[in-house]
């Protein structure tokens, strides 16, 4: 039985506390990828309560995906914005979540992003990483934004770190790590940079901005 959005809510705040729930229950959040890092990003943070979540991305549930990432292998084929939506409603049935099935580009980004309050950068490509950061600081400089960079291999967990680089600006993994050095990636590390993540955004939006 679905339990009601009041009793959803009462369970938060015994979690988190009524004036840090109610932060996060008005927060919305950018997802710039859903793979592994991004959908990883995306559960975490409707778990805790986050009150919108916008989900980007272009690609398609892919049998390759699903030993890092989100998805059911009966969601294959699917657009990830679309089986993402949908794992997360199971989740958390109350969480508003915008879905954009596109590809980001400099001319596009602003209007993707700008309704957001962090931004989760959640892309495989360098190029991709460097298109957003800097879109970002020229067009939106007030905007936080999280990325991810190094998670691949069998490196120690430890090495998975968060670092501020800019007042509006973190940097999570080991950032050295990359999947042509040969292991590949493994669902585990994946997940612990994803959940440094999220957890940069729950602390962003409880005021702890200290990295």
Not at 97 to 116: P, Q, R, S, T
Request: with cysteine.
């Amino acid at each position: 039985m679905l339990p009601s959005r009041d009793e959803w809510q009462r369970v938060l705040i015994e979690r988190h506390g009524e004036q840090l729930q109610e932060k996060l229950s008005k927060a919305a959040v950018a997802v710039c990828g859903l793979g592994g890092l991004g959908s990883n990003i995306a559960v975490s943070l409707a778990r805790v309560g986050i009150g919108r979540l916008i989900l980007i991305d272009f690609d398609k549930v892919d049998i390759t995906n699903l030993h890092r990432q989100q998805y059911k292998a009966v969601q294959i084929g699917m657009d990830k914005t679309v089986a993402l939506a949908a794992n997360l409603s199971e989740i958390a049935p109350y969480l508003t979540v915008e879905v954009h099935n596109v590809k980001i580009k400099k001319d596009n980004m602003y209007d993707l992003l700008n309704n957001a309050d962090i931004i989760c950068e959640a892309f495989d490509r360098a190029e991709e990483k460097s298109m957003l950061a800097d879109g970002i600081f020229e067009m939106m400089p007030d905007k936080y934004l999280i990325s991810g960079s190094g998670m691949a291999g069998l490196g120690s967990a430890n090495l998975i770190k968060t670092r501020k680089v800019t007042p509006h600006f973190m940097i999570c993994g080991d950032e050295s790590s990359d999947i042509s050095d040969g292991m590949g990636l493994m669902s585990s590390r994946v997940m612990l940079c994803a959940a440094h993540q999220a957890h940069a955004v729950i602390r962003i939006i409880a005021g702890k901005t200290d990295f």
